[in-house]
Every structure is written in structure tokens, then in C-alpha cells.
T-cell receptor
Framework: EPEVTQTPSHQVTQMGQEVILRCVPI?????FYWYRQILGQKVEFLVSFYNNEISEKSEIFDDQFSVERPDGSNFTLKIRSTKLEDSAMYFC???????????FGPGTRLLVL | KQEVTQIPAALSVPEGENLVLNCSFT??????LQWFRQDPGKGLTSLLLIQSSQREQTSGRLNASLDKSSGRSTLYIAASQPGDSATYLCAVKGNQFYFGTGTSLTVIP
């Protein structure tokens, strides 16, 4: 069964460094999403992406964040100048159409020291 | 801003019981509502999606209902099994996606 994959599974970085989280969505899906979940808190929407551009973003998704689909398979989240409070589990998801079921990847656990 | 609340926060039931999980949301202008399960340290698995025009969806032992006007959804699990133990999340799609805090379910063998 097709699935969303994410790499790395864990990432440790120093405060102020840049990180890139990678996702491979399900191959025929057109809509891509990033979420984060700080330990013990709600899953929070960051951004959705369609047709090579951001379709929606939350208040959390500020200039520190960017997304890119560099080729036909990968979808990346870049976090510039990481802060301690960026430590969280980051989930990628994809869906075939906008208002349909989202399929989530296993997540990348980011720890900023 | 949309607020999504799930009650109870935790629930423990003996195997075989039927149970209901609740989700409420403050803004009824939604496109859909989705129920997920999350196992410890893992990603989210979609269980059911209800479009705003629908009243309920069923999959196996699961039945989800949606009352958009009152801002409520329920997830009914029939004949619970230990493998159902997980955290159950509801999420609504409005202008963006909003998740609830989840209900942690333990099914005791």
C-alpha cells in the first residue's frame, strides 16, 4: 500500500542552525501538508501546498519557514535559524484532492539544543 | 479562531464494550471533519472523513457522526479490542486545519 515517507526520523541541531526536513508524498497525490506537534500538545497545521505554491498557511508559518517541491517526488520543509521552541515532531501529509483524506508520514522528531 | 475540544481526555474500558468519543468545534463553517488514531511515537492514521454535507460515515466497527450546526462529532467504536488502544484525534478543515487535543483510549483485555 502506498505510504508517505519522511527523513530523517530524528534530527538534533544547534540553535541558530538551518534544518531541512524531507518528505516523499504518495506518488499520485497533488496536495501536500506540514504539521508539527510539540510534545504533549495538539497537532498544529503549518502549511498546505498545491501546484507548486502555498495554498494556505497558519500564523506559525512565518518567514523562518519555507517549503519546496524540488523535484517530482520530494517535498521539503526548511527551518532557518532554529530556536529551542522549534523542537517538535514534524509530520508531512498528502491527499489526492483538497477536501479528501490526508495520509500522514511517520514524522521527524526535531530537537534543537 | 476555531477551537476543537475532545472529551474525555482519557478513557479506559474493558474489552468488548461499545464506546463513544466526542469532538466539539466552535465554528460551524467547516469543509470536513476527520478522525485519526495516533499510536505512541507514531504518525496519524486516518479512520474516517465526513464531508460537511454528510451526517455520518462508517468503516467496520467505527461510525462517525457530524452535526455541523451544533458543532459536534462523535466516534462510536463497537466491540472494543485491545488493539484499539491509542489516542484518537479529530480535526476540522475550515480556512485551515485544526486538531483537537485527543482522547487517550485504553482497552483492557
Amino acid at each position: 500500500e502506498p505510504e508517505v515517507t519522511q527523513t530523517p526520523s530524528h534530527q538534533v541541531t544547534q540553535m541558530g542552525q538551518e534544518v531541512i526536513l524531507r518528505c516523499v508524498p504518495i506518488s499520485n497525490h497533488l496536495y501536500f501538508y506540514w504539521y508539527r506537534q510539540i510534545l504533549g500538545q495538539k497537532v498544529e497545521f503549518l502549511v498546505s501546498f498545491y501546484n507548486n505554491e502555498i495554498s494556505e498557511k497558519s500564523e506559525i508559518f512565518d518567514d523562518q519557514f519555507s517549503v519546496e517541491r524540488p523535484d517530482g517526488s520530494n517535498f521539503t520543509l526548511k527551518i532557518r535559524s532554529t530556536k529551542l521552541e522549534d523542537s517538535a515532531m514534524y509530520f508531512c501529509a498528502s491527499s489526492g484532492v483538497a477536501a479528501e483524506t490526508q495520509y500522514f508520514g511517520p514524522g521527524t522528531r526535531l530537537l534543537v539544543l | 479562531k476555531q477551537e476543537v475540544t475532545q472529551i474525555p481526555a482519557a478513557l479506559s474500558v474493558p474489552e468488548g464494550e461499545n464506546l463513544v468519543l466526542n469532538c466539539s468545534f466552535t465554528d460551524s463553517a467547516i469543509y470536513n471533519l476527520q478522525w485519526f488514531r495516533q499510536d505512541p511515537g507514531k504518525g496519524l492514521t486516518s479512520l474516517l472523513l465526513i464531508q460537511s454535507s454528510q451526517r455520518e460515515q462508517t468503516s467496520g466497527r467505527l461510525n462517525a457522526s457530524l452535526d455541523k450546526s451544533s458543532g459536534r462529532s462523535t466516534l462510536y467504536i463497537a466491540a472494543s479490542q485491545p488493539g484499539d488502544s491509542a489516542t484518537y484525534l479529530c480535526a476540522v478543515k475550515g480556512n485551515q486545519f485544526y486538531f483537537g487535543t485527543g482522547t487517550s483510549l485504553t482497552v483492557i483485555p
